[in-house]
């Protein structure tokens, strides 16, 4: 690795735990109909401190996801020695600085903040990741494709409790979704392995703690 992509690692690694992220899409929006009354658009219906509260710990911890999803991915490119498999990472990295940037924002709009916890998440993370990555390139494919599905299934029950009225919250989770959907069907395409059950049972144990620590910290 060149000086040049070590300073662009490291600036991405900071820019993660700041939550000073870029985006190379816009904001996903609802297309949820407008609402009419009496022939005029009405506003759509504001969210109870409750309401916002709760979305702001959902949206809180998938910011957390997603700074734990770049140190996996940086972390991997180390590790790994093939060209195509960096390039992989790499891009799946840059749909991941979406995710970032669109929850950290959705945070913002919600009057809310990111973990106080991100750098201690995100070392966690890079180490998992190159560790992972120590084992073969299909083992770290496979280790990528379990991440994707397991945090699917996240999105998926956030998908049930966010209010139902929080359109934008909403927009943006279905879209990290499908993004996340497609990197594991990417991961296991290019030969990624099915990791062993109790390695998945200790990646969902480890899930477990950091969500639930998120949403309150």
């Not at 070392?123 to 560790?131: C, E, H, P, Q, S």
């Not at 990528?144 to 945090?151: F, L, N, S, W």
């Amino acid at each position: 690795m060149t000086l040049d992509e070590i300073i662009g690692e490291f600036d991405r690694g900071l820019r993660s735990m700041t939550g000073v992220s870029r985006m190379s899409r816009p904001v996903p929006q609802s297309n949820m109909p407008v609402l009419v009354e009496g022939g005029m658009i009405a506003d759509a219906p504001q969210l109870t401190d409750e309401e916002k509260a709760h979305s702001a710990g959902l949206m809180r911890v998938n910011h957390v996801g997603e700074v734990c999803a770049q140190a996996l991915y940086q972390a991997q490119k180390l590790a790994t020695q093939s060209p195509g498999l960096k390039a992989s990472f790499e891009q799946a990295a840059r749909e991941e600085e979406d995710h970032l940037a669109w929850t950290s924002q959705r945070l913002k709009d919600l009057d809310s903040r990111p973990s106080l916890l991100n750098p201690l998440w995100y070392a966690g993370a890079l180490a998992i990741g190159f560790v992972a990555g120590r084992f073969g390139d299909r083992a770290s494919l496979g280790f990528m494709a379990e991440t994707e599905r397991q945090v699917e299934q996240h999105l998926d029950g956030h998908m049930k409790t966010l209010p139902a009225t929080d359109y934008a919250s909403r927009a943006i989770v279905e879209q990290m979704r499908q993004d996340e959907s497609a990197h594991a069907a990417a991961a296991i395409g290019a030969g990624g392995l099915e990791m062993p059950f109790p390695v998945r049972l200790m990646m969902r144990a480890a899930a477990k703690v950091m969500t639930r620590t998120a949403y309150y910290v």
